[in-house]
Structure formats: C-alpha cells, structure tokens
C-alpha cells in the first residue's frame, strides 16, 4: 500500500482526529508528520531564514509559509531517506474521495518517469496534455503544462524527494511554488507532473470552509480575483486555448 503522511500541528487535535477517522473510514493507514509552527520562530531565526532563501528578489516570505515550507521539506527528507518508491503527503484541512482506497492500494499503476500526481484542486485554470497519461481508480491523469497551485495532496516519487531536499536554499520556494509554479521554481519545468481530473483531494477553504479548517501553518491567501474586470479578458483567452479548472469529485 502507498505510505501516506499527514502533515498536522500539534496543537490542532480536533483536525488529528478528523483526519484520521476520514483515513480510516477509506482503509488507508496513515503516518502523522508534527508540522512546524512558523509563527513560533525567534525574530532572528526567521530573518536569516528569509535571508538565504532571497526568492529571486521579487518576493519575501511570511512565517506561515516559512512554516508550510518546513513541514512538507521534512516529509520530503522522509520519503527520500526510506524505502518507498511512491508516498503521499497530506495537509489536514482536506477532504478525501474513497477511489484512494482503491489507488492507494498499491503503486503499480505509476510508470517510474512520474515525478509528482497532483491530487488536489488549483484555484486557478491548468492547461492539460489532452491526451490521457494513465487511467486508473475511475479518474485520468493528464500531464500538467503550466503553474498551478494548492499543496493539500500529492504523490511524490522518492527520487524528486531526494532532489527536491537536495537543492539549495537559495532555491527555495513555499510548498506549492516549489513544486508547481513553472515561472519561479528551478526544478517544476525538470518534472513530470501529473493532475488527477476530477480532483481526489479538496481543501476545506476551496469548499466554502464547511467545516472552518483553513490551513494553520500557512498564512491565509488573498481573496481570488477570479471577480475582478481585469482578470475577464486573460480567463477567456486561457480558456480558448485548453486552460481548464478542475472540479473534486467523491
């Protein structure tokens, strides 16, 4: 079965407690990962980690990225050092469907080439091989072309664990930059990413926070300007050339 690793703070019992009994209900085993706490850092610990990971100059860090960052690395330094070809990682404000009892309950149906399965919804539209890369548990996973966003649920392969902790801090990126953003991460165009459709995985807040889990260890996002006049014309060119949101589905 594929190890999975659910990322939670110490602090939040009551996600602990939802989380495991979602797992449980699907029959999959699942290995809690202590989150770190961001906001918990010293002033000077937090500026010198901000220091060497400069992001390019454009951009700064907040503590609760600084946070989010650190606890996904930290899984990533598990998988790369264990045994397991393919594991999962998990934030605890999401919502499971069952088809990963069937997915989960082996890695077979993942080729070696595979870097990263996204398993969550993007707040914003992906642009999508159009022809299917695998078929597998009632979805299909197409090869993701461009950035996307949102780090709820993924696989990842022990291999891109290992290269993902062994780039330097310089770097450096927040969880969901690091891995899928094709514009800011140096290692995101090396990879082979691929998306689920429909979405395994949702975030409450992508839900209208049906259950009030936004995320604790990473600080809450801006508002989606998917509203705004000046995001009109860019929506329908990308949605013209293929660009696709991709709904959850149980």
Known sequence: MIKSHLINL????????????????????????PAVDGRLFPVEEFERF??????????????????????HYGVWKKIAEGNDRFAAVFEDD????????????????LTDDIDLVRLDTSTNRLLMDRSTKI???KRNFYRVKTTSWCAGGYLINRRTARQLVELAPQ??????????????????????????????????????????FVSNIEAP??????????????????TLVGYKRVPFQY
């Open 50 to 71: 901000v220091a060497e990971r400069p992001r390019d100059g454009k951009k700064t860090w907040m503590r609760g990225q600084m946070g989010c960052f650190l606890s």
């Open 221 to 238: 996002t801006q508002t989606l300007r998917q509203d705004r006049f000046i995001d009109v014309i860019p929506a329908i060119y990308r």
């Open 171 to 212: 770097y450096h990126h927040p969880a969901d930059v690091i891995l899928y953003n094709y514009e800011q991460s140096v290692i995101t165009p090396t990879l082979t990413i691929l998306q689920s459709s429909p979405a395994l995985v949702t975030q409450d807040k992508q839900e209208g926070s049906k259950i009030g």
């Open 94 to 109: 999401v919502y499971l469907s069952p088809v990963l009892s069937q997915l989960f309950a082996d890695d077979g149906w």
């Open 10 to 33: 110490d602090k939040d019992t009551e996600r602990l407690a939802f989380m495991k009994d979602n797992f449980e209900r699907l029959g999959i085993p699942v290995e809690r990962f």
């Open 135 to 137: 078929h597998a548990g």
